[in-house]
């Protein structure tokens, strides 16, 4: 698993897990899909209005809650990762 917004640690923790897929070097150029919403004027959550973000948030309380632990889980695997590559 990983995550688009931490994609230099993804890309660490899918080499240690999967070492047969291909991925690009570190810090290549157009590394991360252009789908992932880098370099869009999408909004982000901080530059929403507080009554918009509030309404969000309120309408998606499963999914904020299934990333969370998604973000533990990765955390966890990231972790496991540097203890193995430290010995």
């Known amino acids: 698993m990983g995550l688009t917004s931490r994609w230099e640690d993804t890309k660490t923790v899918l ?3 999967f070492p047969w897929i291909s991925l690009p070097p570190h810090g290549a150029k157009d590394d991360v899909r ?8 999408v909004e982000a959550p901080l ?4 009554a918009h973000r509030g309404a969000i948030s309120a ?9 969370k632990a998604a973000v533990a889980q990765f955390d966890q695997q990231l972790m496991v990762v ?3 590559s430290a010995t």
């Open 34 to 41: 252009a789908n992932a919403g880098y370099g869009s004027s």
């Open 82 to 84: 540097k203890a193995a």
């Open 15 to 17: 080499g240690f897990w």
């Open 47 to 50: 530059t929403l209005h507080a």
């Open 59 to 67: 309408a998606n309380q499963c999914d904020i809650a299934l990333y």
